[in-house]
């Protein structure tokens, strides 16, 4: 007989019907009534779901899925389940470790250039119709190519952004991360340094660190007082690393140049977080995998994972609990 799966999230059509080949499949989107018996009872009866960022479960949700014995999500990062509770209730979870690695380097780097250079201000600069003369030095950005770079977790996604800054940017790489990274650091001539000596040194800072307990709130006001006045800070990770409101002050005081976020303490990111207020930040709506090749891949990964552990019933490789 087959299995009954829940889907939070609309996928490219031929990976679900793989998926509605498999099990049974009750899919959940826009339209879905969250306080509706159909939504309750597919909860109740589901042995299998696909989630993503957005899907939060804790002990309550999977009080209300007592049936789940498999869990995938649709990212990398999975601090949105709470691995405690999954292990309480007896339920594996599978995640999309490496189809996003160069994407989410590729969006880093696309927020470290484009903040350096001021890209989004000048074009709407142009948009305002205020491009009437030659661009004066308060427009200049700042070079790039040769500076160093502070990479702040040297996973999968650091080494990636360690191979771009090294062989195209010809940048000096200092890291920070839990441990030594000896075959990253004679490839790409980089180094490991503590936390406060990166943020010391760096004149662009990335972090792509996951979020853990550890990492909550890693960033501090301290933290950002020890950045150089000209350095630029990305955040591809999580918004809840960094310490947002210090941030704001940071950049509003300018004791740092500029950041380049992709994620925020509060996604979506409130209209009315002050934020939105500065010049020098460059907001991107977590979008670090979101190009249309990675996400077929990300989705493809999550439905192999969960075809692998609850049809087949064989271990997979993504397990991360
Ligand atoms: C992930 O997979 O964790 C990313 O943040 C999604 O873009």
């Known amino acids: ?3 009954n799966v829940v889907l939070f ?31 309750t009872n597919a909860l109740a009866n589901a042995e299998g779901m696909i ?11 999977l009080a209300k899925m007592p049936k789940l014995k498999a869990a995938a999500t649709i990212s990398v990062g999975f601090d949105n389940y709470d691995l405690n509770a999954l292990k309480k209730h007896g339920i594996r979870l599978m995640n999309t470790p490496k189809v996003l690695t160069e994407s989410t380097a590729d ?11 001021r890209t989004v201000e000048l074009s709407n600069l142009i948009h305002n119709g205020k491009w009437k003369k030659g661009i004066t030095p308060e427009y200049y950005g700042t070079d790039i190519y040769g500076k160093t770079i502070g990479i702040l977790g040297m996973g999968r996604i650091g080494q990636a952004i360690a191979k771009r800054a090294h062989c195209g940017f010809d940048m000096n790489i200092i890291y920070y991360n839990r441990s030594a990274r000896h075959d990253i650091e ?17 004149d662009f800072i990335v972090i792509i660190l996951p979020l ?24 591809g990770a999580r918004g809840k690393i960094i310490d947002q409101q210090a941030l704001f002050e ?4 300018k004791t740092i140049k500029a950041a380049g976020l992709d994620v925020f303490e ?21 979008v670090g995998s979101a190009t249309v090749e990675t996400r077929y891949a990300m989705a493809k990964c999550a439905v192999d994972n969960i075809i692998t552990a609850l049809k087949d019933e064989k271990p997979t490789e993504n397990w991360v609990n």
Do not use: C, W
Not at 51 to 61: K, P, V, W
Not at 189 to 201: P, S
């Open 186 to 202: 004679q490839t790409y001539n980089a180094k490991r340094l503590e936390l406060d000596n990166v943020l010391r040194q760096a």
């Open 9 to 39: 999230s609309k996928i490219p059509a031929d990976q679900q019907t793989r998926l509605e080949q498999a099990f049974n499949l009750t899919v959940f989107d826009d339209n879905t009534d969250y306080n509706s018996t159909s939504y």
């Open 1 to 3: 007989m087959k299995k």
């Open 51 to 61: 989630g993503n960022i957005s899907t939060r479960i804790d002990d309550n949700f």
């Open 107 to 117: 969006l880093i780097f696309t927020l470290m250039m484009a903040t350096a250079r």
């Open 250 to 253: 940071a950049l509003k005081n």
């Open 212 to 235: 853990t307990e550890e990492t909550t709130k890693l960033i501090t006001k301290e933290k950002l007082a020890l950045m150089k006045p000209s350095a630029i800070l990305i955040n």
């Open 266 to 286: 509060i996604e979506p990111l409130p209209t009315n977080s002050p934020l939105l207020e500065l010049d020098n930040v460059l907001l991107s709506p977590h």
